[in-house]
């Protein structure tokens, strides 16, 4: 989402004032962090980033003026605090104020300062934003923001806001221009996606299922893919569509967060273990080939040693493709931030690494089941440091973790091109194959 909106903000000024994308720090006018706030003492990060950018900057040219701003979650959680641990920046603003850059811009340019913009307005950013100028052959397009399910470790719904969701016209009109400029796969995106929730002009309300099937008929749309689902708002619908749905690809990333039912209510995730795995269950007979995807919080306060096993447990017998896990980082303003029991930071890393193990050994065997196999993928891009090899991803894509196919080809191939890959190796993350037909 974080990219989606940097691209936009992109868009957006190159049409209000004509900016374009530089190369280094150095060359530009206006810097922009864009960032997020999720864990890991995201505040500290962006002071220390924004402190080497202005050392950089003007060491580089200390005549020149460069403005500086800081926009997505950790815009919104700062907003005018900012200026006072960074007073060099002109701009902030959050994740959705974004659409009122150029007037801002126009602002300090008239030389005002320390601007700041993390109202949340009542107007839909997506209205004012121009429709994007052009598009790579896979394109990511939001459909729902925000999250009213606050858990309890999770700043999403302070940063992002309420969850809502946009009318299905303009979703599809954008996923349209996107088609006409090239796209063929399409990423639907939300921070709670499978929550979505909108209407057409008729006013009849779509769930994300019907939402999908909506965007398989767009001419020019081969794949869908979307992301990032809750375990609470699945339902038999959306898992049809798995059968169903040609386009929609064969993989979804549901995370579950914790293996026991306890640290689950104290995180408020509103489902058991039990019920996650029901779902997974009917997903894997609707769809026997789907892979799977699940993060995981480490180190939630009050997790015992034995209710990591259990966790431990959990992961080797649901046997998942790929995980996310996170050290649980205790975020302000959340309600777990003041819980008692915290598990210290070297226990915290500890399991992790115990848990990346076991996930390793996981995600080999499953990743070794696709050898000898045939799968259709779609070319990203040309390798540099190989000759006659491509990076491309088959349905049961991971990408926003990895899990590419190498793709060795004597034929010249483009990036967009589908081809027939008999997979001859298995990595951790990634498979190789030789192409068999275009
Ligand atoms: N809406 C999705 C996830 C959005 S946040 C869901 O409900 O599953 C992306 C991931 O960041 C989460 O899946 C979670 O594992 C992790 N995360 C969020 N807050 C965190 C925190 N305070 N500490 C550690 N990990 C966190
Ligand atoms: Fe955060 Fe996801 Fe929970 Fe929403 S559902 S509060 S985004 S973890």
């Known amino acids: 989402m974080n990219a989606y909106d940097a691209g936009r903000m992109v868009d957006l000024l190159q049409q209000s004032h004509t900016l374009s994308m530089v190369e280094t720090p150095q060359q530009a006018d206006l810097i922009i962090l864009n960032t997020c706030h999720i864990r890991e003492k995201a505040d500290d990060k962006i002071f220390s980033e924004l402190g080497r950018l202005k050392k950089l900057t003007n060491r580089h040219d200390p005549k020149k003026r460069y403005i500086f701003g800081v926009g997505g979650c950790v815009g919104q959680a700062q907003g005018a605090e900012l200026f006072k641990r960074a007073p060099f920046v002109d701009l902030v603003f959050g994740p959705q104020n974004y659409h009122h850059l150029p007037h801002m811009l126009d602002q300090v340019l008239q030389g005002k300062r320390q601007l700041h913009d993390i109202e949340i307005p009542t107007e839909s950013k997506f209205d004012a934003l121009p429709s994007a100028p052009n598009s790579g052959y896979s394109a990511a397009v939001p459909v729902q923001e925000g999250c009213d399910r606050f858990c309890t470790y999770c700043v999403v719904p302070f940063t992002r806001g309420r969850e809502w969701s946009r009318p299905v016209e303009d979703i599809i009109q954008e996923v349209q221009n996107l088609t006409d400029k090239g796209a063929m796969e399409i990423e639907l995106l939300g921070q709670n996606v499978n929550a979505y929730l909108g209407y ?168 070794q089941q696709f050898i000898g196999k045939v799968l259709r993928v779609m070319i990203d891009e040309k390798k540099k440091t190989q000759k006659d090899c491509y990076i491309g991803r088959s349905e049961y894509d991971f990408h926003e973790v990895d899990g590419v196919v190498h793709v060795n080809s004597e034929k010249e191939l483009s990036p967009g091109d589908f081809v027939d890959v008999k997979i001859t190796d298995a990595y951790e993350y990634d498979l190789s194959g030789i192409v068999i037909s275009d």
């Open 200 to 367: 057409d002009q008729e006013g009849v309300e779509h769930d994300l299922a019907l939402l999908i099937r909506q965007v398989s008929l767009v001419p020019g749309v081969e794949r869908i893919r979307f992301i990032t689902s809750h375990p609470a708002d699945m339902n038999n619908d959306l898992i049809a569509a798995f059968a169903e749905v040609p386009e929609l690809n064969s993989y979804m990333h549901l995370p579950i967060q914790s293996g026991s039912d306890k640290i689950l209510a104290a995180m408020e995730r509103g489902h058991t273990v039990a019920e996650y795995l029901t779902w997974i269950e009917k997903l894997k007979r609707v769809c026997p080939k789907i892979t799977l995807a699940s993060d995981f919080i480490v180190g939630f306060p009050g997790e015992t040693e034995e209710k990591f096993e259990e966790l431990l447990s959990f992961i080797k017998e649901t046997k998942f493709e790929k995980l996310g896990a996170f050290i649980y980082s205790s975020e302000e303003g959340t309600d777990a931030y003041d819980m008692p029991d915290k598990v210290s930071e070297m226990l915290k890393k500890k399991r992790f690494e115990k848990l990346m193990m076991a996930q390793q050994n996981i995600s080999l065997e499953k990743q």
